[in-house]
């Protein structure tokens, strides 16, 4: 049977003093992945038109659709994704003057302090996001303006502007325009530059995710402290927590996010419209919808808790296999995996860069300050999101890309993934249950079983059958936004659900 889903049916009811509550609910495992919102096709340089099933380039971002992002603007300086649960500051003017600039820019020990102390629209539960928290809110069809002069027209950030307000880079004050970092409250559990403790952020400008310097860095008496902007977001506590499941048949299930992987690797690099070709071609433990994943996909299973460096592995969970590669200083190291998310830039040709995601570290050609050699370190941690030119001869890149001096290694490793299959349908069929709104099955009504409710109509939580039949107030074989408003009424004492059991 299918579920009626909230925005479906076009219902724009939210129960006030539900959604007080509704994204807080403890102990459940939701990380909705965010699709990148990315609508354009791309050869290895230039916009295309979408290639069909077979043609060169077929299989990239694009093409593959996942949950669209539903923001709703609550009027009160907060903006709600409805998808992920997650509430946001919709503006990151942090001194109130009504303006967006560096002075709005905290340290990322001020930004961690501020958050406890941020009473917007009345919440007290402000928290800095973690990087898979802020990394919901990237849009690729943002422009990276990187290594255009002056203040290119038409720019596009990486983050949808219709509800939340952004600001580039002032270059009338000294900064680039690419300065529109947001501190995480991710730390590294490494060091970057070859020992600055760091913390990792996301830049909507340029669309990148990189490490930043969490503290002072710099010789004695000309130290510099790193400030971004900050913007604070509620609920949903469990956003980002993988639920990782071995299939036993070389295929790893994320039940927190829907998605399947392959336990492996492709096991050797490639360039990307090759990957393209790996993914869709592949016949893997029985299945032959593989693809590559977009960059918000293959985000989501980085193990921020992991590096080279301080655990000897890949920022990835032990029950995946990588393959250890030796990167350009000779050192064991792991590989950067391909996206099919094309990192869209300001110049002529567009498509030239695709987004990958750093599983080892983020290694960059740094020269000391006055010249002299070129140092390879890493420069931007484990877990972080860069791009590298699509085709090519990474010895054209003999000290990297980037104001990091980026390594390019052009031929990426490729880890695909699929949708995993839904388990039974656990909608009730009308009439089949006792209605008593009970959802939570704890002998009384109480919020949560309203906040419950509102996720089942949602689709942003998936019930036993037991849940959703006990949240189908109406007995119509349907969970709605109306059951998670008779649940909550009952809660006040004015519902009609029949007692909890």
Known sequence: MTRHWLQKRGITWLCGAVILLLWAVPGRADYTVIDTNQTACYDNDVEILCPNLGDAFYGQDSQYTSTVPQYQDNGDGTVTDLSTGLMWQKTPDQDGDGDLDSDDKLSFDDAVAAAPGCQLAGYVDWRLPTIKELYSLMDFNGVDPSGASGTPPDLVPFIDTDYFDFVYGDEGTGERLIDAQY????????????????????????????????????????????????????????????????????????????????????????????????????????????????????????????????????????????????????????????????????????????????????????????????????????????????????????????????????????????????????????????????????????????????????????????EACAADCSGDGSVTAGDAQTIFLAVLGSGQCADPL
């Open 183 to 466: 501190w995480s409250s991710t730390e590294y559990v490494s060091t970057t530059m070859g020992g600055d403790a760091t913390a990792f952020g996301v830049n909507f400008a340029d669309g990148r995710i990189k490490g930043y310097p969490s503290e002072p860095v710099g010789p004695p008496g000309e130290e510099f402290l790193m400030t971004s902007f900050v913007r604070f977001v509620r609920g949903n506590p469990s956003y980002g927590s993988n639920a990782f499941v071995d299939n036993g048949d070389g295929t790893v299930t994320d039940e927190a996010t829907g998605l399947m992987w392959m336990k492996t690797d492709s096991g050797e690099g490639m360039a990307w419209e090759d990957a393209l070709v790996y993914a869709e071609s592949l016949e893997y433990a029985g299945y032959s919808d593989w693809r590559l994943p977009d960059a918000k996909e293959l985000q989501s299973i980085v193990d921020y808790t992991r590096s080279p460096d301080t655990t000897g592995s890949a920022a990835i969970d032990p029950v995946f296999n990588v393959t250890a590669i030796i990167d350009e200083g000779g050192t064991t190291n792991y590989p950067f995996y391909w996206t099919g998310t094309t990192h869209i830039n300001i110049s002529d040709y567009p498509g030239t860069f695709a987004a990958y995601v750093c599983f080892g570290e983020a290694l960059g050609w740094m020269q000391p300050p006055g010249g002299g050699s070129y140092i390879l370190m890493d420069v931007h941690g484990a877990g972080a999101q860069r791009s590298d030119p699509k085709s090519g001869d990474p010895g054209s890149y003999p000290y990297g890309h980037g104001p990091q001096g980026d390594v390019v290694r052009i031929t990426n490793y490729v880890r695909c993934v699929r949708s995993a299959e839904p388990g039974p349908d656990p909608t009730p069929t009308p009439g089949e249950c006792l209605n008593h709104g009970d959802v939570t099955l704890d002998g009384m009504h109480t919020a949560t079983d309203a906040q419950l409710a509102f996720l089942i109509a949602l689709g942003s939580y998936s019930p036993s059958f037991e």
